[in-house]
């Protein structure tokens, strides 16, 4: 085939046009990826805000659920039944997690803007928050959560807490009938780090 000058024409304006098509499709895929990143960061901005006006919100309430209880506690000392007396230590001590949840509300609205915040963290005591948490539903249930051997790790506090409580809280939820629940969480030393075992007797899922 002789190449002339119309073929050679032809053949680059053909080249041209596609790689107009390309560099085209390239100029979309940017601006759909800057149009998302900049909804993203709308999105992240609300959250922030919608967290820092619902904790500033919540706090006066619980200010004022902890302070009447202490008085009432103060009041009433020595003459509650031990059963009042338990019932007014519960309602304590939820306003007070209350209180950490609302704190960590506004630092879960942080995660987009910065790492969450790590700490070192017992899990024996997180743990031990979410069953307290959890005490209405597992006396309702009547069942049980067994706590094995916890490690210290190093994690997001706020995390772990939502992760436990989640997990803990479907194993009592989806019981089999006639079973009363029982949940058991632990960890055993993998070869990096820890390796969690969460295991209930409920009606489970299927494998798929």
């Known amino acids: 085939m002789q190449w002339t000058p119309w073929i050679i024409f032809a053949a680059l304006v053909m080249g041209a046009g596609y790689l107009l098509r390309v560099l085209s499709s390239q100029a ?35 200010r004022k659920i902890q302070a009447f209880g202490d008085r009432l506690a103060e009041r009433a000392e020595g003459t509650l039944d031990p059963e009042s007396s338990d019932y007014l230590l519960r309602m304590q ?4 997690r209350m209180q950490a949840l609302v704190q960590d509300l506004l630092e879960y609205s942080r995660v987009a803007t910065r790492q969450a915040g790590l700490e070192s963290i017992d899990l024996h005591r997180v743990l031990a928050g979410v069953v307290s948490d959890l005490d209405e539903r597992v006396q309702s249930s009547g069942g049980r959560v067994e706590i094995g051997p916890l490690p210290t790790i190093v994690a997001s506090p706020l995390h772990m807490r939502q992760l436990f409580q989640n997990l803990i809280a479907n194993g009592l939820k989806f019981q089999r009938d006639g079973v009363a629940p029982v949940v058991r969480v632990e960890a055993v030393p993998a070869l990096k780090g820890w390796e969690f075992r969460i295991s209930d007797n409920g009606i489970g899922f299927e494998d798929r």
């Open 93 to 96: 001590r939820a306003a007070a």
């Open 28 to 62: 979309r895929s940017q601006l759909q990826l800057l149009a998302l990143t900049r909804e993203l960061e709308r999105s992240n901005r609300e959250l922030r805000d919608f967290a820092a006006i619902a904790s500033h919100d919540l706090q006066e309430p619980l």
